[in-house]
């Protein structure tokens, strides 16, 4: 059973960095996908960007995309989202989630608890 625990969650001013992790367990996600969604209050969950875990292959969606960087440490099996030039837009939930992508594309079915980050003025 797939399990996924995030962390680095915190407030920060506008302007600066964070780095969140995802510590994936619980089996080998060599044809995973592993991802970053974020839901705002009131808001619906919205992809942030993800990593193919056997290649690198990464995908971002344009709220952060040249603000973010996603990766993965296969030795550590953990994922990583670092955001820069952080915007009060940033201010959600962000949430670690884990699908298939081969052979075939799945739903993204694993899902940590979540983490909190608020960009203050």
């Known amino acids: 059973q797939v399990q996924l625990v995030e962390s680095g969650g915190a407030q920060v001013r506008a302007g600066g960095s964070l780095r969140l992790s995802c510590a994936a367990s619980g089996r080998s996600f060599a044809n995973y996908e592993l991802g970053w969604f974020r839901q705002a209050p009131g808001k619906e969950r919205l992809f942030v960007a993800s990593v193919r875990y056997s290649d690198g292959y990464t995908t971002y969606a344009d709220a952060l995309k040249g603000r973010s960087t996603i990766s993965r440490d296969l030795a550590k099996n953990t994922m990583y989202l670092t955001m820069d030039s952080l915007k009060s837009d940033d201010t959600a939930v962000y949430y670690c989630?884990?699908?298939?992508?081969?052979?075939?594309?799945?739903?993204?079915?694993?899902w940590g608890q979540g983490t909190q980050v608020t960009v203050s003025p």
């Open positions: 989630a884990a699908r298939i992508w081969w052979p075939n594309v799945r739903e993204w079915d694993a």
